[in-house]
């Protein structure tokens, strides 16, 4: 594992926080170090974050990004494009799988609400990339729901919006997820 930042000793001193094996760096050393890269920036350093990181092809490419506007105004994309094409489009060769954006950041190491975990909608257009990240969101400890191909995020990132509103705007705090639940016939 490695982190980056724009400031590399910001990325070190987070790699230090752990017991080993993790490196800091800069977002180009993360990105060119592992074979998946994990996108978790602001929508609006996302697209200089994949210049600046220079080749993802071939590389998985999490993206965790919501294209939100200032003052969590609503969604700057959605149904008839999303983030997630968007940085297909500027990562060029990537295999993009949009997951892990639903909830709050300090929900992924709390991911169980009583005796459920949280889900995790991914989608994406490469089956091995979304394997990967499915068993990375399972190892993690989500209920990872596999939504389809990547132009399925027009419908996932609202969802985020979603739980933006309802933690902030609604009174219910960000201690809160997403589940799917699923009604199992009997034998």
């Not at 000793?9 to 170090?33: C, H, I, M, P, R």
């Not at 929508?43 to 294209?67: H, P, R, Y």
């Not at 994406?124 to 993690?140: M, P, Q, Y």
């Amino acid at each position: 594992i490695m982190f980056g930042s724009r400031d590399p000793v910001n990325a070190q001193k987070l790699a230090n926080s752990f017991e080993k094996n993790v490196l800091g760096g800069t977002y180009a050393d993360a990105a060119q170090y592992g074979e998946v890269v994990v996108l978790a920036v602001p929508w609006s350093a996302a697209q200089e974050s994949i210049q600046v990181v220079g080749d993802l092809n071939k590389k998985i490419v999490i993206d965790c990004t919501n294209a939100v506007a200032p003052q969590l105004g609503g969604l700057l994309l959605g149904h008839t494009t999303s983030a997630a094409e968007k940085i297909a489009e500027w990562a060029k060769g990537a295999k993009i799988v949009k997951a892990f954006n639903s909830l709050g950041a300090e929900n992924l190491t709390k991911l169980q609400f009583g005796s459920q975990n949280a889900s995790t909608f991914i989608c994406g257009d490469d089956l091995e990339a979304k394997s990967i990240v499915s068993k990375l969101g399972e190892d993690i400890g989500f209920d990872v729901i596999d939504a389809g191909p990547l132009k399925n995020a027009r419908l996932i990132e609202p969802l985020a919006m979603l739980w933006i509103d309802l933690a902030f705007n609604r009174g219910m705090g960000t201690d809160i997820a997403f589940k799917l639940l699923r009604r199992r016939k009997a034998k």
